[in-house]
């Protein structure tokens, strides 16, 4: 299964030929990894080296290394959590760029959209207004309702990826709206109009769900992730 690997990425190589045997499903949830002798001796490693490359395959999500007699290195599942967890790292760290954030946010939530309009049923409906009344309600509130409104607006976003019925938009969005609050704090201003304008846009992506307007709602969703990178690069700029 294995084969000796090249000393200047030593760790890197073992990590990478045991993640594809993962992938491949040659090692599946529950195989115990050959014992650390046998590994080192497969690639050619030093027993440091060979441990480095573990750990970095536990912080993955990949195995589990558990210690006593009856231990070693165990395959774990493979499930959306691990993908969840490292995406959550890099926006939460501001890791990935204003324009990166909004080409990626533009096609996922313009997709979304248009998803949940050709499946969206009519409990997703009434779910969608009241939403869009408990937004208008947190905003009438003036400052003491922002917080609120940013959490309503957040749980609009979700319900749309769950319309949508794919597992991995709704994977990814979930991640990206418990950490994209970085990003809000660091390039956009805490103003009545934009979140008036937020509202605004909410509405008219609702609209085009409701009246089974793929096509719009994708626009409509596009349209306000575009707008709204524009204000925080603009932010970003001064």
């Not at 774990?76 to 204003?98: H, K, M, P, Q, W």
């Not at 309503?152 to 319309?163: F, I, K």
């Not at 970085?182 to 956009?188: D, G, H, I, S, V």
């Not at 609209?207 to 707008?227: C, L, P």
Request: aromatic residues 6%; hydrophobic residues 40%.
């Amino acid at each position: 299964m294995f084969k000796q690997v090249k000393q200047s990425k030593a760790y890197q190589d073992v990590v990478d030929q045991i993640q594809e045997a993962i992938i491949a499903g040659t090692l599946k949830a529950g195989n115990l990894l050959p014992a650390e002798r046998e590994l080192k001796e497969r690639f050619g490693v030093s027993r440091g080296t060979l441990r480095e490359a573990l750990r970095v395959l536990e912080q993955k999500g990949l195995i589990e290394i558990r210690t006593g007699v009856t231990g070693g290195s165990m395959v774990r599942e493979v499930n959306s959590d691990t993908l969840s967890d490292n995406l959550g790292l890099l926006i939460r760290n501001c890791a990935v760029s204003l324009k990166d954030l909004a080409e990626f946010r533009e096609e996922m939530e313009g997709g979304v959209a248009a998803l949940a309009a050709q499946r969206a049923g009519e409990s997703d409906m009434a779910l969608l207004n009241d939403l869009l009344a408990e937004a208008e309600a947190n905003l009438k509130k003036g400052r003491t309702g922002w917080d609120a409104f940013i959490r309503t607006d957040e749980q609009v976003h979700l319900a749309l990826a769950r319309m949508s019925g794919n597992l991995l938009f709704l994977t990814v969005l979930q991640s990206l709206y418990v950490n994209i609050h970085t990003y809000y704090e660091k390039f956009l201003p805490r103003d009545k109009a934009l979140l008036q304008e937020n509202l605004s846009d909410l509405c008219s992506i609702v609209a085009a769900i409701t009246a089974r307007d793929s096509a719009k709602a994708r626009d409509a969703a596009q349209s306000h992730v575009r707008r709204f990178n524009g204000y925080m690069e603009q932010k970003g700029a001064e």
